[in-house]
């Protein structure tokens, strides 16, 4: 055990790593005490996706691709809750809940970043149900396009 421990701190001088935390034992216990930061981080991911929407809205550069999106978003977010409107009609993203929306899309947290970042199939999300929506679906079709701007 005490060669292991040698080779292990060896191994740890050369990569720049302290002991604990290359060594599984330690690593696994840290990781489970810290099981309620990803829901803080995650919430942070997506202010920061619709704060980059919110950029993309305001550029002159994206303001056909907004015309031919035209249409009022609602996103209702869960896990933590959150509400989101994408006022592609207005030129407005804001926090909140809109008097009229065209398409309400309800959603956990997780998906809609999956979904805004590319590593998730808005259509096959849709089918298994992690994706809810109500109201017009061309424009949930067109969703696509929000990830280009």
């Known amino acids: 055990e005490r060669r292991q421990r040698q080779a292990s701190q060896e191994t740890d001088r050369q990569t720049g790593t302290d002991g604990p935390t290359a060594d599984p034992i330690h690593s696994t216990a ?5 099981s309620n930061t990803p829901a803080h981080h995650t919430s942070n991911m997506a202010e920061a996706i619709f704060e980059q929407l919110s950029k ?3 550029d002159p550069a994206n303001k056909d691709k907004i015309k031919k999106i ?7 977010l869960n896990n933590p809750n959150q509400e989101w409107i994408l006022d592609l009609k207005n030129g407005k993203v804001e926090k909140g809940k809109a008097a ?3 398409v309400t ?3 956990k947290e997780s998906d809609f970043i999956a979904l805004m970042t590319g590593k998730g199939n808005g259509q096959q999300m849709f089918m298994s149900g992690k994706i809810k929506f109500k109201g017009n679906m061309g424009l949930v ?9």
């Not at 035209?70 to 209702?76: A, I, L, R, T």
């Open 70 to 76: 035209n249409g009022v978003f609602q996103f209702n």
């Open 141 to 149: 079709m067109k969703l696509g396009d929000l990830q280009k701007l």
């Open 105 to 107: 899309l309800t959603m």
């Open 100 to 102: 009229k929306s065209d």
């Open 30 to 34: 840290s990781s489970s005490s810290s």
């Open 56 to 58: 993309a809205v305001a």
